[in-house]
């Protein structure tokens, strides 16, 4: 089931949470709506499944092609997980994951046995057998959050949305629950949006990420895509860390800490810009090798972890970080106070 | 010295710092003027009623229940109480409904009007309706020409109750549904529900606590209602009297024995109505906990 999303604008009083936003969610499909927060990626979310009315006149939301913006949230069948899961806290497991099939009108509305089989089923998927007499309260939230999951699923919904699925979770919990949804949709093909302010988790679990920032969308793409080929300082910044640089554009060429380089999209620009270096775009050599590169001083080195950190200073007193992996810092051995000398291989410029 | 090692010891185990332990005259003095207070105040009133109703035997007491004119109180009061409660059970609901799943403008005002029979007296409430459907009222001359009695009738009597009780119910559910919030009752909408689905077995669950401890305080409001009751009845025995009203006439007649077994009915609800106050307090607090630790973010 696609989703299509046309000029949609929301706004709440005065204040505009989404601005003319359209996409596209094709059929079985894991995507994730990424933003800080106050972005509109949660409105959005919510506007797609009906709990939330779009302004009128301002745009459309179709399920593959029929259009949903007028229908009511119940008749849209979307399976719907919330941030704190809103769990009916009254109702054991079970017949919070038979409550889908137990509103369904009486034609439609399976057999008790049926419905019974098609729970324990579900319990079965979420790896929560055993669990269905239990209540909410006596829950961990990684079961209640796999609860709500089951309960979502239980209509067979045509789609299937969560509202930061995983922000209410300690961390150890959120990593397996990630590797768990994402195998999850690999079986059961359902198109599925999720929203996340951690950019990890997004370009983790996604195949497609949707990132959004003051009610627009800055950038769609694979993780992949929108990791290496930022196409907005926004996104620049908000996927993993960046060093930025005053400098100079001179057409393909960009001017900055003594060196000119050719920026990383190959468009011609003139006058001053902003440049951006990942931590891992940046070479850290003994001296100087011939390539254009400028000098700095190590004031800090944090050698755990996959790549080694080196927090740099400029002669101008500017700061910088580099990553390198820890064979070449081995072969760097450089320490603190002394000097190195930095070039960066690959340089974005907006 | 050995014992005053074990002296000084032994003061270091006993429980809290002295800092902030009460001595114990302290907590014998404030706990000895609280059960004074009580059973000057409220014990005491409470045994004279059962004695004095009691004093000509129980064969007085028990006759004084088939007098007509009591026989008509009693139907009166239950009426009363028969009618608002479950009018203010309607109300109540709708009301909280309104104000803790919607945003609409006036909704501080509403809530505050919710509390206006708390705040104004009673014989105002009387009067107002009064004014309102009396003889020389606003409505009194078109009420005349129908020939509909409201003042100095029943109806004016379940009007008057219904005023006064209609806090409780909402301001019970008010609380609770603030704290349980909205989700679960979107989470029943994307799963299919229609409104009457999702209030009968998601939200009406959630508040049954609440509900009946607020139709519990609203009957025993009902029940007991006397001043704005008493302008608007015009105390016509066997036709307007409440119980309440019964007992004073009672009283000022001299039938002592009378007036305290009518009272005593009264008494008898209001201990009820604590017992059963009591036990669904209980269930209220668990359900506001329940809530509390569902909604908690971590």
Known sequence: MSIKVRNVSKSFGAFKALDDVSFDIPTGELVALLGPSGSGKTTLLRLIAGLEDLDPGAGSIRYYEEDVAGQPVRKRRVGFVFQHYALFRHMSVFENIAFGLRVLPRAKRPSRKRIRERVHDLLGLVQLEGMAGRYPSQLSGGQRQRV????????????????????????????????????????????????????EEALEVADRVVLMNQGRIEQIGSPADVYHSPQTEFVMNFLGQVNTFRGHAHGRDVEFADISVAASDGVIRHGDVRVFVRPHELEVLPQKNGKPGFPATVLRVNAAGAVARLDLQLPDGGLITAELPQDRFARLSAGTGEKVFVTPHRVHVF | ?????????????????????????????????????????????????????????????????????????????????????????????????????FKFRGRSLLVTLIDLPFAVSPVVAGLIYVLVFGRQGWLGPWLAEHDIKIIFAAP???????????????????????????????????????????????????????????????????????????????????????????????????????????????????????????????RVRRQMELSARLGDKS
């Open chain 2, 156 to 282: 004016g009597i379940v009007l008057a109750t219904v005023f006064i009780t209609f806090p409780f119910v909402a301001r019970e559910l008010i609380p609770l549904m603030e704290e349980q919030g909205l989700e679960e009752e979107q989470a029943a909408m994307t799963l299919g529900a229609r409104g009457w689905t999702m209030f009968r077995r998601v939200t009406l669950p959630n508040i049954r606590w609440a509900l009946l401890y607020g139709v519990i305080l609203c009957n025993a409001r009902a029940m007991g209602e006397f001043g704005a009751v008493s302008v608007v009845s015009g105390h016509i025995r066997g036709q307007t009297n409440t119980l309440p009203l019964h007992v004073e006439i009672l009283y000022n007649e001299y039938s002592f024995a009378a007036a305290f077994a009518t009272a005593s009915l009264l008494a008898i609800l209001a201990i009820i109505t604590l017992v059963l106050k009591t036990a669904v307090e209980y």
């Open chain 1, 148 to 199: 709500a999951l089951a309960r979502a699923l239980a209509v067979e919904p045509r789609v299937l949305l969560l509202d930061e699925p995983f922000g209410a979770l300690d961390a150890k919990v959120r990593t397996e629950l990630r590797h768990w949804i994402r195998k999850l949709h690999d079986d059961l093909h359902i198109t599925s949006v999720f929203v996340t302010h951690d950019q």
């Open chain 2, 1 to 101: 010295m050995p014992g005053a090692v074990a002296l000084s010891l032994s003061v270091g185990v006993r429980p809290g710092t002295p800092a902030t332990r009460d001595t114990s005259l302290t907590r014998w003095v404030l706990t000895g003027i609280a059960l004074t207070f009580l059973g000057v105040f409220l014990v005491l009133p409470l045994v004279v009623v059962f004695t004095e109703a009691l004093r000509e035997g129980i064969g007085v007491y028990l006759g004084s229940f088939q007098d007509p004119d009591a026989l008509s109180a009693i139907r009166l009061t239950l009426i009363a109480a028969g009618v608002s409660v479950p009018l203010n059970v309607v109300f109540g609901l709708c009301a909280a409904w309104a104000i803790t799943k």
